[in-house]
């Protein structure tokens, strides 16, 4: 089993910035894949970024320039940093730790509400 806590979310004016944090409860980063996912309200959820074992990165492609996935080994944490953001970035963010059949885990979610 694997525990997935995400912290970061909160209320942000448009073009501001936020920077989400999933933190792992064991290192896990060596073998599975880490995505960030969001759901707004009325609509289904979404891929919006991920980084691979091997560290290679993929994006929605409305994130891409904005968005920047990253982790830290040592920490067990996985970070969303967003720019640039929009009132069509409000959603609940989920983390998501993939390796295979079976081995699928999500986080609470955090809440993202872009607003002025």
């Known amino acids: 089993q694997v525990q997935l806590v995400e912290s970061g979310g909160g209320l942000v004016q448009p073009g501001g910035s936020l920077t989400l944090s999933c933190t792992a409860s064991?290192?896990?980063?060596?073998?599975?894949?880490m995505g960030w996912y969001r759901q707004a309200p009325g609509q289904q959820r979404e891929f919006v970024a991920a980084?691979?074992?091997?560290?290679?990165?993929n994006y929605i492609n409305s994130a891409k320039g904005r968005f920047t996935i990253s982790r830290d080994n040592a920490k067990n944490t996985v970070f969303l940093q967003m720019n640039s953001l929009k009132p069509e970035d409000t959603a609940v963010y989920y983390c998501n730790a993939f390796w295979g059949l079976g081995y699928d885990y999500w986080g609470q979610g955090t809440q993202v509400t872009v607003s002025s």
């Open positions: 980084i691979t074992s091997g560290g290679g990165t």
């Open positions: 064991r290192n896990i980063f060596s073998i599975y894949t």
